[in-house]
């Protein structure tokens, strides 16, 4: 599959925006984490603005980020959210309370737990009627969301915009699922080259198990292995850069190969 990426955003530990990230993922500036800091889009109407939780806010905050630096509009532009496990926080709410004796889950609690949360505050924030998909694939839910926005690419002949996340879960449930780091990193890409198109990407699945690129930074690495998301950390460093680069993601129980090319 060949597409074309025309921005990115990104928010994470240390990584404020796509922007202030670039020097970070070419080396040049050293990494230093740092918390990240998450707010509810002020476009969204203050009940809603209320009840983000910070899933949505991350998610959103990525998706913007791209939407920055493009000269699409998000009313028109399919998405596609991709997510290990999408609110572990409110998860874990709802299981204490489905342990007490009342076991009285708060609806609102209910409506920020499904996967799709996200999604549905984007359209409502963005005022997007567009087609969007929301889907899980445990670690390999980045490379997913991916092929996924590619093919809905190629098939449409459309614009898409990838969003993935992830965060941390509380404990006990830290213990069995332990993600590191809050992180959202967001992909426009086009079916054809376009003026704002600055890098070509040639996919193909292998179904043998294949060595996973890796980052230089020993923290940007841990952050590749302890968040999903972070799986897509070697495209984006090989996106801030200004040369073709190939390189491999895990995926399923094969790789994930990518070409990145400048255009």
Known sequence: MQVFVESVGLVGPGLTSWAASRPILNGLTPYVPDEVQLRPPESLPPAERRRTGAPVKLAIGAGLDALSHSQRTADALATVFASSGADGEMIHQICEVLATPQREVSPTRFHNSVHNAPAGYWSIALRSRAPSTSLSCFDWSFPAGLLEACAWCLAEGEAVLLISYDLPYSEPLHAVRPITGTLGAAVLLAPQ???????????????????ATQMNDAALEELRNRNPTGRALPLLRALAG??????????????????????
Do not use: K
């Open 193 to 211: 080259p376009t003026s704002a198109g600055f890098a070509r990407l040639d996919l193909q699945v292998a179904g043998e198990a294949g060595m």
């Open 242 to 263: 200004p040369s073709a680069e190939q390189l491999v993601l895990d995926y399923l129980d094969g790789t994930l190969s990518i070409s990145v090319s400048p255009c």
